[in-house]
């Protein structure tokens, strides 16, 4: 073809032909315009592919993850779910009368109202797609606004968790640990042992506050909306690898 092309070249200017000679040097332009469209969309083609087995692997990632953070939170949520329960019942058994008291109740409800429920989510797919600036690579709109958003709409949550765990500690779990040695259910028959404490107003609003605590974090979780269950199950549901539903 270049020897051709440059044949054509030397016959036009040998015959001093100048309109065949700027019709050759269009069609070179041209040819090489056409060849480098060519390279482009083939190089566009294989950043495509390149592009879609990528977010592939990050849609199965991020798919992974978001189960397992369904069920990290799920699993806290009945934690704290428990925990209200049995709030409810030390309060309905006040003032605790030890000849009528339940010991095996008692014991499994003041060792349940100290338990350090916390999800565990993993932020690691979202970590990587910020961190990386990747987020560009997932087509979907809806997917990527859900990821975008996520860490805000979790924060609320972290953050009443947060409280819950800080007053556990720092208050009921010393507080118990100075009045009853553990585990509690051989700890009340302690002959050392006054259960008169929990007969006082200060146990009664320690109570009332580990109440308010689980309250108030299942009551993000399960508000009007159920935003971020249903954020969960919507990242899920975009991720499953099922092309027809992420459009």
Not at 43 to 60: D, G, V
């Amino acid at each position: 073809m270049i020897k051709f092309l440059r044949h054509l070249r030397h016959q036009f200017l040998k015959e001093n032909n100048i309109s065949k000679y700027l019709l050759y040097a269009i069609g070179v332009i041209l040819l090489v315009v056409i060849g480098i469209l060519i390279a482009l969309q083939i190089n566009n083609w294989n950043q495509n592919r390149i592009n879609s087995i990528r977010e592939s692997l990050l849609l199965r990632e991020i798919n992974i993850e978001f189960k397992f953070n369904t069920e990290e939170l799920e699993s806290t949520v009945r934690t704290y779910v428990h925990i209200r329960e049995q709030c409810n019942y030390l309060l309905k058994s006040l003032p605790v009368i030890r000849s009528e008291m339940n010991k095996d109740s008692l014991s499994r409800a003041l060792s349940e109202i100290r338990n350090l429920g916390t999800a565990d989510l993993s932020m690691g797919s979202i970590s990587a797609l910020i961190n990386t600036s990747s987020f560009e690579f997932i087509s979907n709109t809806e997917l990527r606004s859900l990821l975008i958003q996520w860490d805000d709409l979790i924060s609320d949550y972290f953050e009443r968790e947060g409280q819950a765990i800080n007053y556990t500690r720092q208050t009921i779990i010393p507080y118990l640990a100075k009045r009853i040695p553990r585990p509690y259910i051989e700890g009340i028959n302690d002959d050392r042992v006054d259960l008169s404490f929990m007969n006082s107003i200060e146990f009664e609003n320690l109570i009332i506050d580990r109440r308010g605590d689980a309250s108030t974090l299942l009551n993000v979780v399960e508000d009007e909306e159920d935003k971020i269950r249903k954020a969960l199950d919507r990242i899920i549901f975009l991720t499953n690898g099922n092309k027809e539903r992420q459009k």
